[in-house]
């Protein structure tokens, strides 16, 4: 009996000592720390803290000081969280050590786009967070480039690549550029381009470069320009342009539908009757 008992004793101690210890425990961490060993509590006292997120390793740039392209994606490594919870990133952007602010949030893939930047020079962090609110630390800073020659006042609102390969961009005030690889042409008003304002470009099966613009829209092969306007200058504040399989070129205007200039297989247009147009679909 009195073996027992003493048994029963210790035991009766060695509970009073655990308890002792997790208040102890508990009166040692911040608040936002104690109410993570509490919900943690019911499986014990060991691996009751919930662990952050690793931070991302950022994939592209792969460099600091890579150039990449307007609208081009940033991209970093998924972060597991330890405690099996969902993750989730948050993107800081900063411009000329002007300091950081946020770009992006709540973002479940591992990547976003640059869309609506044309400054030259970025630095940007990312952070992975689970869904209780711990958070990773800062992925390594990295700072990146957009290749181009775009004044600061300029925004590119329009890429197409062309089947040569060369990249063509549209500005909003300072035309279209293009670039081959190594050097930068500008082709404005002034070389006959129908507006500055460059809202959208296509390439056809011909390799024609379109360009639905302010003012109209422009075809460049490669050497001349042309402008259409569309049946009753339908074709004013042109902001989307498709080829179908036809290579017939369809273009969205402001707020009056569509128009379709029929232009199968590359074949002279003849003007007027070679346009449809459609207010009624869209």
């Not at 803290?49 to 991302?56: E, K, Q, R, T």
């Not at 609102?157 to 197409?160: D, K, L, Q, R, V």
């Given at each position: 009996m009195g073996d027992n008992h003493g048994c029963r004793l210790g035991e009766l101690c060695n509970a009073v000592a655990k308890l002792c210890l997790a208040t102890a425990i508990l009166q040692g961490f911040p608040d936002r720390q104690r109410r993570r060993?509490?919900?943690g509590e019911q499986y014990g006292l060991r691996n009751v803290?919930?662990?952050?997120?690793?931070?991302?390793v950022i994939k592209f740039p792969v460099h600091d000081g890579d150039s990449i392209w307007a609208a081009s994606p940033l991209r970093w490594t998924k972060s597991a969280d330890p405690n099996g919870q969902a993750v989730k990133y948050r993107v800081l952007i900063n411009h000329n050590n002007s300091g950081y602010?946020?770009?992006a949030t709540d973002v479940k893939d591992t990547s976003v786009l640059l869309e609506g930047y044309d400054m030259l020079g970025f630095k940007f962090k990312v952070i992975a967070y689970d869904s209780v609110g711990d958070s990773s630390e800062w992925s390594g800073e990295r700072t990146f480039f957009i290749?181009?020659?775009f004044p600061s006042n300029l925004g590119v609102?329009?890429?197409?690549i062309d089947g040569e390969g060369n990249k063509w961009f549209g500005t909003n005030g300072g035309g279209a550029l293009k670039f081959d690889g190594s050097t930068w042409t500008a082709y404005t008003t002034t070389?006959?381009?129908a507006g500055n304002d460059v809202y959208a470009i296509a390439i056809d099966g011909q390799d024609n470069k379109w360009f639905g613009t302010n003012n109209a829209i422009s075809k460049f092969d490669g050497t001349?320009?042309?402008t259409y306007n569309g049946?009753?200058?339908l074709a004013t504040m042109v902001y989307s342009i498709a080829i179908d399989r036809q290579n017939m070129e369809w273009f969205g205007t402001a707020g009056t539908g569509h128009s379709n200039l029929m232009a199968p297989n590359g074949a002279p247009m003849k003007w007027p009757m070679a346009w449809q147009t459609s207010v009624s679909t869209l």
């Open positions: 060993v509490q919900r803290v919930n662990s952050p997120p690793p931070a991302p602010v946020q770009f290749k181009g020659i609102i329009s890429i197409a070389n006959g381009l001349a320009w042309t049946p009753n200058n």
